[in-house]
Nanobody, 122 residues
Framework: QVQLEESGGGLVQAGGSLRLSCAASGRTFSSSAMGWFRQAPGKEREFVAAINRRSGNTFYADSVKGRFTISRDNAGNTVYLQMNSLKPEDTAVYYC???????????????WGQGTQVTVSS
């Protein structure tokens, strides 16, 4: 079992940067694929980025490709989401999640954090 806790959200101006962190507890972190999702008010939760268990292969939604970078520190049981060139449309609650393999829909992830708010002002 994996327990997840996000941090690093906040208010930033358009064009700015934020780095989200997701601290994981549990012995299975290094064997879990990790993903970031986001949910804006009135919208469905959407895939943002994912990283697989060991090789570090990364995957991104088209809307964030080239601006966001996902990484993981297995020794520190932490996954990160570096967000650059932020836009107002990036405003959402961001969630990290853990799964057995990389998935691109929320249904594939068994474990979720509580979320952290990111607000980008124009």
């Amino acid at each position: 079992q994996v327990q997840l806790e996000e941090s690093g959200g906040g208010l930033v101006q358009a064009g700015g940067s934020l780095r989200l962190s997701c601290a994981a507890s549990g012995r299975t972190f290094s064997s879990s694929a990790m993903g970031w999702f986001r949910q804006a008010p009135g919208k469905e939760r959407e895939f943002v980025a994912a990283i697989n268990r060991r090789s570090g292969n990364t995957f991104y939604a088209d809307s964030v490709k080239g601006r966001f970078t996902i990484s993981r520190d297995n020794a520190g049981n932490t996954v990160y989401l570096q967000m650059n060139s932020l836009k107002p449309e990036d405003t959402a609650v961001y969630y990290c999640a853990a799964a057995t393999i990389v998935q691109f829909t929320s249904k594939g992830y068994a474990y979720w954090g509580q979320g952290t708010q990111v607000t980008v002002s124009s």
